[in-house]
Nanobody, 125 residues
Framework: QVHLVESGGGLVETGGSLRLSCAAS????????MAWFRQAPGKEREFVAA????????YYSDSRRDRFTISRDNAKATVYLQMNVLKLEDTAVYYC??????????????????WGQGIQVTVSS
């Protein structure tokens, strides 16, 4: 059974930083394209960043490209999201997701089969 468990969320002031982690089990992690999505209250889940199986390729939504960094450690079966210069609008539940069926970096919710339970990130002024 596949499990994705996010950690590292919490409350941070604007301009601050957080590093999210997502520990995976029950799958061959090095065979999975991994991604982060987020969902703010009343809004649809949206793509944040994705990383290839080896970590050699990454893709970001345009608005997060300069502030967020996705990375992975296949030996630890963990994917990370470093978030810097956080803004109020970054407040959301953040989800990690895994795709074992494609090589390309998907940006749609429908392209990821496995999901974590989500973790809250709250940015305060």
């Amino acid at each position: 059974q596949v499990h994705l468990v996010e950690s590292g969320g919490g409350l941070v002031e604007t301009g601050g930083s957080l590093r999210l982690s997502c520990a995976a089990s029950g799958l061959t992690f090095s065979s999975a394209v991994m991604a982060w999505f987020r969902q703010a209250p009343g809004k649809e889940r949206e793509f944040v960043a994705a990383i290839s199986r080896t970590g050699g390729d990454t893709y970001y939504s345009d608005s997060r490209r300069d502030r967020f960094t996705i990375s992975r450690d296949n030996a630890k079966a963990t994917v990370y999201l470093q978030m810097n210069v956080l803004k109020l609008e970054d407040t959301a539940v953040y989800y990690c997701a895994a795709d074992l069926s494609r090589l390309r970096l998907g940006i749609r919710v429908s392209e990821y089969y496995y999901w974590g339970q989500g973790i809250q990130v709250t940015v305060s002024s």
